[in-house]
């Protein structure tokens, strides 16, 4: 069967950088294009950043735009998240997510698979 795991997640100081994996097994890799998701808290999960089948096109939320950057290496079955400059406001748990198709995607309705999350906290 599909499974995502994340790891990478963990405790960072303000300002400081983290670096999400996501190991995709399952399915073929590039048929997917991958996103990840985040949800604080008593607050509905949102989109950070998504990335099509080859890497090439990348979509990132405005609240991330210039400090996190979005990657994939499809010989490895793997999407990253490189988050840097982290502010506490970016603590979360952290998903992953599969979406059948090309192009990267926002919404979360169109995702097919998710991983378990993996927890990030920004102390100030």
């Known amino acids: 069967q599909v499974q995502l795991v994340e790891s990478g997640g963990g405790l960072v100081q303000a300002g400081g950088s983290l670096r999400l994996s996501c190991a995709a097994s399952?399915?073929?890799?590039?048929?997917?294009?991958m996103g990840w998701f985040r949800q604080a808290p008593g607050k509905e999960r949102e989109f950070v950043a998504a990335?099509?089948?080859?890497?090439?096109?990348?979509i990132n939320a405005d609240s991330v735009k210039g400090r996190f950057t979005i990657s994939r290496d499809n010989a490895k079955n793997t999407v990253y998240l490189q988050m840097n400059r982290l502010k506490p406001e970016d603590t979360a748990v952290y998903y992953c997510a599969a979406r059948r198709g090309s192009w990267p995607s926002a919404d979360n309705s169109e995702y097919d698979y998710w991983g378990q999350g993996t927890q990030v906290t920004v102390s100030s």
């Open positions: 990335t099509s089948w080859s890497g090439r096109r990348t």
């Open positions: 399952g399915l073929t890799f590039s048929d997917y294009s």
